[in-house]
């Protein structure tokens, strides 16, 4: 089985800042990885797929980079809305979680 | 707009089976999966399986041996039944639209429902 780890398990930031969040596959088996933001209370919201798209309507403050077996989403500039747990997501597998959160 | 709705009971005792509903409002999924995610409090989401329009299913090994995934295109819904119930199994569930590529490895969930929370209790 696919196992995912992501670094940092949380990410203490303020508003503006660029941040990263890394997720790394234990078998590189899929180029393709995806990241969700959750929300306490809510479902997951996918924020890009196929490691580099944008879903629509999701902000351009938010990039994924990265080939297998390592990937990264990079925000670029923190806005208070972000603040959340965010996922990466490859095959049948979920990353542990980042929860980013206020310095 | 795709949405997707989650029904079912919110209660279920040890060693039945939890049977779930997701309703969805397009016309029809076709070309894309009817898929089940889990996450446990203060858990990451699981993915539990998906099934395509045809009835083709994929499933979590870990779950493989307990859970159905069906669909019934003509009443625009899927299903989740999950056997032999424990506590570990209480989450809340969602029900997601998946998209596959070449491989079952090529896969992200795009539309995603409320969820709604299912508890495994006497």
């Known amino acids: 089985d696919i196992q995912l780890t992501q670094s940092p398990s949380t990410l203490p930031a303020s508003v503006g800042d660029r941040v990263t969040i890394t997720c790394r596959a234990s078998?590189?088996?899929?180029?393709?990885v995806a990241w969700y933001q959750q929300k306490p209370g809510k479902a997951p919201k996918l924020l890009i797929y196929?490691?580099?798209i944008l879903d629509s309507g999701v902000p351009s403050r938010f990039s994924g980079s990265g080939s297998r077996p390592e990937f990264t989403l990079t925000i670029s500039s923190l806005q208070p809305d972000d603040f959340a747990t965010y996922y990466c997501q490859q095959s049948s597998a979920f990353g542990p979680g980042t929860r980013l959160e206020m310095k | 707009q795709v949405q997707l709705q989650e029904s079912g009971p919110g209660l279920v005792k040890p060693s039945e089976t939890l049977s779930l509903t997701c309703s969805f409002s397009?016309?029809?999924?076709?070309?894309?999966?009817c898929s089940w995610v889990r996450q446990a409090p203060g858990k990451g989401p699981e993915w539990i399986g998906h099934v395509y329009y045809s009835g083709n299913t994929d499933y979590n090994p870990s779950l493989k041996n307990r859970v159905t995934i069906s669909v019934d295109t003509s009443k625009n819904q899927f299903y989740l039944n999950l056997t032999s119930v424990t506590a570990a199994d209480t989450a809340v569930y969602y029900c997601?639209?998946?998209?596959?590529?070449?491989?079952?490895?090529?896969?992200?969930?795009?539309?995603w429902g409320r969820g709604t929370t299912v508890t495994v209790s006497s």
């Open positions: 078998q590189s088996v899929s180029s393709w």
């Open positions: 997601a639209r998946g998209i596959v590529g070449s491989t079952r490895h090529y896969y992200y969930m795009d539309v």
């Open positions: 397009a016309d029809t999924l076709d070309t894309y999966y």
């Open positions: 196929k490691a580099s």
